[in-house]
């Protein structure tokens, strides 16, 4: 007797067997009890989540010879079922939209419709990749679609969608399967090697639901594919030595040292990747599933059910995730994936994988302007490190000039009443501010001018481009901080006011019909506020700039 491969040995016979489509076939079966089933149905999806099983389902149901009626519950040992079931019944007739897709075969259809069922009650056309059909051929569906005689069922199943022309969709009720999630798959592959007395470790069903990637059919065959090998019990070892699948291990060991930011380590670990056979676009889908899971268990926890991983991997995904942060593993995915399309195109893919490695692991030394603000801002060193997103805008690179020894007398504030005095002494103030409450505020301040000071309220003016400094001194505390020392140092009570700048176009700057020059853009990014912060905050200055 020839063997019956998994996906055809364990089709699912009725609706309550279908893994996955439960809202279909509950949707289904009360169709069929009120008796309100559709002329043609339009059953869209993915390759392998249940379209034809259902189909043929819905057909036994209709025409099953055990009752005298339409049922939910075929008895699957009848003529017409078991006829179904291996497609050859004469009144459930299956068509290949791919190769009988011509006009002519349609319209023979369409002739033999009017002749009643031999032995059922309907006579049912399951067709399946419906969009293969020509234009044509659609034309001549129309009609007996629309009005078909009470004895005629249609079914279509497609993958392409976009693909039926909009005339037929009008004409048919449509589900949309969904992809079928890795745990039921899972669990459908346990209970398929329990029965067939297969021996296996429990750390071999989840590998094989992820591979899947939704279908149910395509695990099965995969399946299929291990029990082949002949060894037992079957394990993830298996998955890895015969489907080519990265070890897991292996690429756990390379998210540590991108963590631990060892360049040196992550080479290496990538040279273990490698030398077993694994290609750089295999390792990139392997590092955004794995990365993938990291951020989840930032976001939520060890625990959550949007993990498919074993207790062990849960654990070791909790102890890598507190290496990176949530921004960093955001980045890290989204330049993945750019990566692996141009890896594809690439006759240097290693040294682009490499080299994007590298830029994860040493990413403190790539800091953005605002991760520089939060630093000062928070009184931080820049040196810091943390696994932050490398910039997406223009990168600065500037070099930190060596702190200079300041020995400067003391300057007397205590006779600054009026705001003329205030505006001649201002850099004076900026300068006891920076001595007292961080190159941060100082930085801040030195975006805005003393314009008025009346009944004991200073007013300090913002430019209309220096909005971010402005919101910054009147958050976390730090205009109350500065309202403090003021008082100290002009010995008088002081209230800060702080207002925006009318915002004036400057000479030369183009309108906004012309385009700006390099050097125009080049010159608003180094005069821009924020970027003036971080280089009064860092005492560094600007070597360069790039363009992304």
């Avoid at 004409?171 to 296996?200: H, M, T, W």
């Avoid at 060894?231 to 291990?249: D, K, T």
């Avoid at 860092?538 to 363009?547: Q, Y």
Wanted: glycine letters at 4%; a negative charge; one cysteine or more.
């Amino acid at each position: 007797m020839s063997y019956t491969v998994l996906a055809r040995k364990y089709r699912s016979q009725t609706f309550d067997d279908i893994i996955g489509q439960d809202p279909i076939a509950q949707t289904l079966k009360n169709a069929i009890k009120t008796d309100r089933v559709a002329h043609a149905y339009l059953f869209v999806g993915t390759r392998g989540v249940g379209k034809t099983t259902m189909a043929r389902v819905l057909a036994k149901a209709l025409n099953c010879l055990a009752v005298d009626e339409p049922t939910t519950k075929p008895c699957c040992k009848c003529n017409s079922c078991i006829a179904i079931n291996i497609g050859e019944d004469i009144d459930v007739i299956e068509i290949d939209g791919a190769s009988n897709n011509r006009v002519d075969e349609i319209r023979e259809l369409r002739e033999n419709a009017i002749y009643r069922p031999a032995r059922s009650r309907f006579k049912i056309y399951i067709i399946d990749e419906v969009h293969m059909l020509t234009v044509s051929a659609f034309n001549a569906l129309l009609k007996t679609l629309e009005e078909p005689p009470s004895h005629i069922k249609f079914i279509f199943a497609t993958t392409e969608p976009n693909k039926v022309i909009p005339t037929i969709q009008s004409r048919c009720q449509r589900f949309d399967f969904n992809n079928i999630v890795p745990a039921s798959i899972a669990g459908q592959l346990k209970s398929i090697l329990e029965q067939e007395k297969i021996k296996y470790e429990e750390d071999l069903v989840l590998p094989l639901a992820k591979m899947a990637n939704g279908s149910m059919r395509d695990a099965l065959s995969l399946l299929d594919r291990m029990i082949s090998t002949g060894i037992e019990p079957l394990s993830s070892r298996l998955v890895e030595e015969f489907l080519g699948c990265p070890n897991s291990e292996k690429i756990w060991n390379l998210i540590g040292q991108i963590g631990d930011s060892d360049a040196a380590e992550t080479l290496a670990a990538v040279e273990a990747l490698i030398s077993t056979g694994i290609s750089e676009v295999q390792i990139v889908d392997s590092l955004i599933d794995y990365m993938r899971d990291l951020m989840v268990v930032k976001s939520t926890s060890p625990e959550s059910e949007l993990l498919i991983l074993t207790r062990q991997q849960r654990q070791r995904a909790n102890e890598l995730a507190e290496k990176f942060d949530i921004a960093g593993l955001v980045y890290n995915i989204s330049t993945l994936e750019k990566l692996r399309w141009a890896i594809k195109n690439s006759d240097t893919s290693r040294a682009l994988l490499e080299a994007s490695l590298l830029r994860f692991a040493l990413s403190e030394h790539f800091l953005n302007v605002d991760e520089l603000l939060s630093q000062l801002q928070s009184g931080a060193s820049a040196g810091i490190k943390k696994k932050r997103p490398v910039a997406h805008n223009i990168p600065i690179k500037t070099i930190a000039q060596p702190t200079k020894s300041k020995t400067s007398e003391p300057v007397d504030l205590s006779g600054l009443t009026d705001i003329h005095s205030i505006q001649s002494n201002w850099q004076s103030l900026l300068g006891v501010i920076t001595a007292k409450l961080g190159p941060s505020t100082g930085g801040l301040l030195s975006s805005a001018v003393p314009t008025q000071f009346e009944n004991g309220v200073l007013t300090l003016e913002f430019g209309a481009s220096a909005q971010m400094q402005k919101r910054m001194c009147e958050s976390n505390g730090r205009m109350e901080q500065i309202q403090a020392l003021l008082c100290e140092q002009l010995s008088t009570p002081v209230r800060l006011k702080f207002e925006t700048a009318a915002d004036e176009q400057r000479q030369g700057e183009p309108t906004a019909n012309q385009p700006k020059t390099s050097s125009q853009r080049r010159n608003e990014l180094i005069n821009d506020p924020a970027v003036k912060t971080v280089l009064i905050g860092l005492d560094a200055t600007i070597t360069g700039t790039e363009e992304e």
